[in-house]
């Protein structure tokens, strides 16, 4: 049954509604009709109707009905439209919270596609490439040759900055909607961790951090792209909070419960007791990583939890105690998914 009455509401700071379920039309006709708060019968496209307007705090909100029960009796129309300015606020966070993510996904998109055009540019020279079109390719061609590595290492950067995009793309794809089943299916474990880890071994190698992933055979149940998007963003907190010269080991068991755990054992900043599961929460970084200026915006281990979480698993920490004299603890974060 088509609900009989319809409501469109808004705030006071926002230039279009919060909920608009009244065609345009109509409202126009409403709002010259009753410009204020109150409620009237009159006749809107050639049928009875009645108007009801009514605002609370920030929040306004017109309600329109032909029917005849609420022609005939506001209080029907006045419990619906307080009912429906009840949730408003409710409705603004929501639509806060996914516009928050649609300018934090452009941001970090944009930013990303810099940092590409940067490590082409620091390969060879912008206004060569931009300059006689015959020019270009045997003037890049010639740079390549004569830094070989600076290119390895330029491509390596250029593949790690794609997963980062694609990364931002399927978290935000993930959590704006359900997970289909019909995307979980069976994956080789250490296939899908080597996939991630190849892109951070510079970082690693350069900070003498021993990062090793165990070899294994066991597969696991999961949407591919929701679990790469975990780990990347766990391998990426990694390769940003390990202790310079320490050991980084990766290993995969299978429990007795169905479930294979995933451990990524690390000296990395140590986390606060309080902090354990604050860590995960959207936002939120830990008092080490602020104090030492190697926070970001807070929001790599909450996605990687939010991945976990979708294809029914979990990501925790099993914090260790600080090292003595240094910042850093021994941690080890557990990703648990599905098995057979």
Excluded at 58 to 74: G, N, P, T, W
Excluded at 93 to 107: M, P, V
Excluded at 197 to 213: M, N, P, Q, S
Excluded at 317 to 337: C, D, K, M
Aim: aromatic share 8%; charged share 25%; hydrophobic share 40%.
């Amino acid at each position: 049954m088509k609900n009989p009455t319809q409501i469109t509401i808004w705030i006071a700071n926002r230039s279009e509604p919060l909920l608009s379920q009244i065609p345009q039309a109509v409202l126009q006709q409403c709002v010259e009709q009753l410009p204020s708060a109150g409620t009237l019968t009159t006749v809107v496209e050639g049928k009875k109707s009645r108007i009801l307007r009514k605002s609370v705090d920030e929040y306004s909100a017109i309600a329109f009905s032909v029917d005849v029960d609420r022609i005939k009796s506001k209080k029907l129309l006045e419990s619906e439209i307080d009912a429906m300015l009840a949730v408003a606020p409710t409705v603004e966070l929501s639509i806060q919270r996914s516009e928050g993510r649609t300018r934090r996904l452009l941001h970090n998109l944009k930013s990303l596609t810099a940092k590409t055009s940067q490590e082409v540019f620091l390969l060879a020279q912008q206004d060569r490439l931009i300059g006689n079109p015959r020019e270009v390719v045997p003037y890049l061609a010639s740079e390549i040759r004569d830094n070989l590595e600076g290119t390895a290492r330029a491509l390596l950067e250029i593949l790690k900055h794609q997963a980062a995009q694609k990364a931002e793309y399927t978290a935000f794809d993930r959590l704006s909607g359900k997970l289909e089943k019909s995307n979980s299916e069976m994956h080789d474990v250490h296939r899908v961790l080597m996939n991630v880890f190849y892109l951070f071994f510079g970082e690693f190698i350069a900070k003498k951090v021993r990062a090793e992933v165990e070899r294994t055979r066991i597969q696991a149940r999961f949407d591919y792209d929701s679990i790469h998007v975990c780990i990347y963003y766990l391998v990426e907190n990694a390769a940003k909070y390990t202790r310079p010269d320490s050991d980084f080991s990766v290993s995969v068991s299978q429990s007795s419960d169905g479930f294979v755990d995933i451990r990524f054992v690390m000296e990395s900043l140590a986390i606060k007791p309080d902090e354990q599961d604050l860590i995960f929460e959207e936002g939120y970084s830990g008092s080490n990583a602020i104090d030492s200026k190697l926070h970001g915006a807070g929001l790599g281990l909450y996605l990687a939890r939010s991945m976990a979480r979708i294809n029914y698993g979990n990501l925790n920490v099993l914090a260790g105690l600080p090292l003595r004299g240094s910042q850093y603890a021994r941690n080890t974060f557990v990703l648990t998914i599905p098995g057979n």
